[in-house]
C-alpha cells in the first residue's frame, strides 16, 4: 500500500508543476499560489500579476473583467497577509491600477479594517511579532486568509489558540461528518442568524473541499438527510427548549438515518456557529476586502431606518404571558452618562453589592423570572440585510427567537443540578464523538475564568461579578437555571442597557446596529 506521506509528497510535486493562470477562478488561483513558501510563492505570484498587467495593457476593454475579479483579493492581501513579501508584491498591483487607464472601470472596495465599531488603529496590527504573529500564520496558512473575526480574537491570543485549535478539529480534522458536510451545516447555522458574512466563508471552505456547488442553491438540492435536520437547526438555534425526545428519534431511525457519532458531531457545529454569529455581529465584523461587495452591514443609515424591524426578542414563546417587571429597574432605568455609569460599577465592583442585592425581593422563583424579563420590554429595534436572501439554506422552518416564559405549561424550566455539561454533557460527546469534549471544556473553562483585570482604564479589578452576571444571564435567557447562584446579581452588575446588548448578541444577532453598540454605556476597555 502506497504510503500517505509518499502520496502526498507527489501530490505536491505534481502541484508545483502547474502553474496557475489568470483565467482560473481568482481564488482557487491565488490559494493555490498561497500554498507555497517564501520564495516560490513570491515568484509565482509576481508572474501571475505580470500576465494581469500585460493582458490589461495589450487588449484593456477584454481583461478589464479579470483585472475587476482578482482586484478586490489582491487589494485584501496587500493589507492583511501575515508575509511581508505577498503584502509588497500585491501593494505594488493596486498601486499600478490606480495609475492605470483602467482604474476607471476597476472598483476597489473601502477598508475599514476588521470591524465597523473599532478603529483600524485599535486593533493588533497584521505584522505583529511573537506568538501573535504565529497564530497569524497558521490561520493564513488553512485559509489563505484571516479571516476578520479571528484578527479581533487577536487581542487575546490565548482565547484565539484555543479557538482555532477546536475550529481545526471539528471542520478538518477526523469526525463522524465529511468535511463538506461540516462546512454545509456551518452554512446552515448561520443563516438562522442572517449572517451572510459567515455564510460566504463557509461557502468558500465548502467549495475548496469538493462540496458539490448545486448543494450552494439550497437545501432543496442538498441530500435529504440534511434537509431533515433544518428542524433541529432552527430549534437549536432560536428555541431549545421546544426540543423533544422525538425530534432527535426523528433523525436517527429510518431512511437517511443520522448515526448516533454524526448527529453529536453535527450539533457541535451547528452550536458553534449559531454562537459565532452573535461574537461576529457584537463586535460589527466587517467582512474581508474581497467579500465586501456584496456583504451586508449592521450600521444603521437614514434609508434604512425607514425599513426597521422590530426584534422578535420582544415577544414571548406563550402568549399568555404580557407582564412586565421593568419596575424591579426603576434604580437603573435613568440612562446615566457613560463616565458615571463605569464609575458606579467600578464601586460595586470593588466594594461588593451585598447592601444591593439584600435590598430585593429574595424569592427565588420571582428573582429567576425577573432577571431575564426586564429587556422584553424595551423598545429593540433593528435592521435585518436585504443584499442576500439566505433562507434558501434554512428550509421551510420559519422559526426565530421567543422569550422563555417561566410559567408556560408547554415546557418547563433546564434545572441544571439535574442535567448538566460537566457530568452529562461531557460524557456523551466524549462517547460518540471522541476528542471534542476535552478540547470544548477546555474552551469554556477558559472562556469562563478569561480576564485581564481591566474595567475601562481601570487595571487590577476583580471582574468576576460582571463576568458571572453575564453568564448566568445567558443562561437564563434560554431557560436554564442554576440554584447555586444569587440572580439578585444580575439586576446589580449588568445595567439595563448591557442586558438589552447582551441579549441581542444571544439571541438575535442579526438585529444589532452600531447604534446598540454605542449605547452600551459601559466603558469595558
Given at each position: 500500500m ?13 502541484r ?15 490559494n493555490?499560489i498561497l500554498?507555497?513558501?517564501?520564495a516560490?510563492?513570491?515568484?509565482l505570484?509576481e ?10 495593457e495589450?487588449?484593456?476593454d ?8 482578482y ?6 492581501l496587500s493589507?492583511?497577509?501575515?508575509y511581508s513579501d505577498?503584502?509588497?508584491?500585491c ?5 499600478w491600477?490606480?495609475?492605470?487607464p ?9 477598508d475599514?479594517g ?11 496590527p ?17 485559509l ?20 482555532i485549535v477546536?475550529?481545526n478539529f ?7 461528518l465529511?468535511i463538506?458536510w461540516?462546512h454545509?451545516?456551518?452554512i446552515m447555522a448561520a443563516?438562522r442568524h442572517?449572517c ?8 468558500q471552505?465548502?467549495?475548496a473541499n469538493?462540496?458539490?456547488?448545486i ?7 442538498a ?5 431533515n435536520?433544518a428542524?433541529l ?15 432527535v ?7 437517511d ?8 458531531h453535527?450539533l457541535?457545529l ?16 466587517a ?5 465586501a461587495?456584496?456583504?451586508?452591514t ?7 431606518a425607514?425599513?426597521r424591524?422590530?426584534?422578535p426578542?420582544?415577544?414571548?414563546s406563550?402568549?399568555?404571558?404580557k ?9 437603573l432605568?435613568?440612562?446615566p452618562s457613560d ?6 460599577m ?6 461588593g453589592?451585598s ?16 432577571a431575564g ?7 429593540i429595534?433593528g ?6 436572501d ?7 422552518v420559519s ?5 422563555f ?13 439535574d ?8 460524557e456523551?460527546v ?7 469534549a476535552q ?17 475601562g482604564?481601570n487595571?487590577g ?19 436554564m ?5 444569587d440572580?439578585r ?7 439595563r ?12 444577532p442579526e ?12 466603558k469595558?476597555?
Amino acid at each position: 500500500m502506497t504510503s500517505t506521506r509518499g502520496s502526498l509528497a507527489r501530490a505536491d510535486s505534481l502541484r508545483r508543476t502547474e502553474r496557475p493562470s489568470v483565467v482560473e477562478d481568482p481564488r482557487i488561483a491565488l490559494n493555490r499560489i498561497l500554498a507555497y513558501d517564501g520564495a516560490v510563492r513570491t515568484s509565482l505570484l509576481e508572474q501571475l500579476i505580470k500576465e494581469l498587467e500585460q493582458g490589461a495593457e495589450a487588449t484593456p476593454d477584454s481583461h478589464a473583467s479579470i483585472i475587476q475579479s482578482y482586484a478586490p483579493s489582491l487589494f485584501r492581501l496587500s493589507l492583511e497577509c501575515p508575509y511581508s513579501d505577498v503584502r509588497r508584491v500585491c501593494q505594488e498591483f493596486v498601486d499600478w491600477v490606480k495609475q492605470s487607464p483602467i482604474s476607471q472601470n476597476i472598483d476597489l472596495p473601502q477598508d475599514i479594517g476588521p470591524s465597523m465599531f473599532f478603529p483600524k488603529t485599535a486593533t493588533v496590527p497584521v505584522e505583529a511579532e511573537g506568538a501573535t504573529r504565529q497564530l497569524f500564520e497558521d490561520i493564513f496558512a488553512t485559509l489563505s486568509r484571516i479571516p476578520h473575526f479571528q484578527w479581533l480574537m487577536a487581542w487575546y491570543p490565548d482565547y484565539l489558540r484555543r479557538f482555532i485549535v477546536v475550529d481545526n478539529f471539528i471542520m478538518r480534522q477526523q469526525g463522524p461528518l465529511p468535511i463538506p458536510w461540516r462546512h454545509y451545516l456551518a452554512i446552515m447555522a448561520a443563516a438562522r442568524h442572517d449572517c451572510y458574512y459567515l455564510v460566504s466563508l463557509q461557502e468558500q471552505e465548502f467549495l475548496a473541499n469538493g462540496g458539490p456547488p448545486i448543494w450552494l442553491l439550497g437545501l432543496d438540492y442538498a441530500p435529504p438527510k440534511l434537509r431533515n435536520i433544518a428542524q433541529l437547526n432552527a430549534l437549536l438555534c432560536h428555541t431549545p427548549w421546544l426540543i423533544t425526545r422525538n425530534h432527535v428519534e426523528n433523525l436517527v431511525k429510518g431512511a437517511d438515518a443520522w448515526s448516533m457519532g454524526e448527529l453529536v458531531h453535527a450539533l457541535v457545529l451547528l452550536s458553534t456557529f449559531h454562537s459565532l454569529c452573535g461574537f461576529i455581529y457584537g463586535m460589527g465584523v466587517a467582512p474581508e476586502l474581497d467579500l465586501a461587495f456584496d456583504a451586508p452591514t449592521n450600521t444603521e443609515s437614514e434609508s434604512s431606518a425607514a425599513a426597521r424591524t422590530t426584534d422578535p426578542s420582544t415577544q414571548t414563546s406563550d402568549s399568555s404571558s404580557k407582564t412586565s417587571s421593568s419596575a424591579s429597574l426603576s434604580a437603573l432605568d435613568a440612562a446615566p452618562s457613560d463616565q458615571d455609569a463605569t464609575a458606579g460599577m467600578l464601586q460595586r465592583l470593588k466594594n461588593g453589592a451585598s447592601e444591593l442585592i439584600s435590598a430585593q425581593e429574595d424569592d427565588k422563583a420571582q428573582v429567576f423570572e425577573k432577571a431575564g424579563s426586564e429587556v422584553g420590554a424595551l423598545d429593540i429595534m433593528g435592521t435585518l440585510s436585504q443584499c442576500a436572501d439566505l433562507s434558501r439554506f434554512t428550509g421551510d422552518v420559519s422559526l426565530r427567537y421567543l422569550d422563555f416564559n417561566v410559567k408556560s405549561a408547554e415546557y418547563s424550566i433546564f434545572r441544571v443540578q439535574d442535567y448538566c455539561w460537566e457530568d452529562h454533557g461531557y460524557e456523551l460527546v466524549n462517547q460518540f464523538y471522541q476528542g471534542a469534549a476535552q478540547l470544548l471544556d477546555d474552551e469554556f473553562t477558559y472562556i469562563y475564568n478569561m480576564t485581564d483585570q481591566t474595567f475601562g482604564e481601570n487595571r487590577g479589578i476583580d471582574t468576576l461579578p460582571f463576568r458571572r452576571a453575564v453568564w448566568y444571564y445567558v443562561h437564563r435567557l434560554y431557560g436554564m437555571s442554576h440554584d447555586d447562584y444569587d440572580y439578585r446579581e444580575v439586576n446589580v452588575f449588568l445595567p439595563r442597557e448591557v442586558k438589552a446588548f447582551t441579549k441581542k448578541i444571544a439571541c438575535t444577532p442579526e438585529f444589532i446596529s452600531q447604534t446598540d453598540f454605542q449605547n452600551l454605556i459601559l466603558k469595558l476597555r
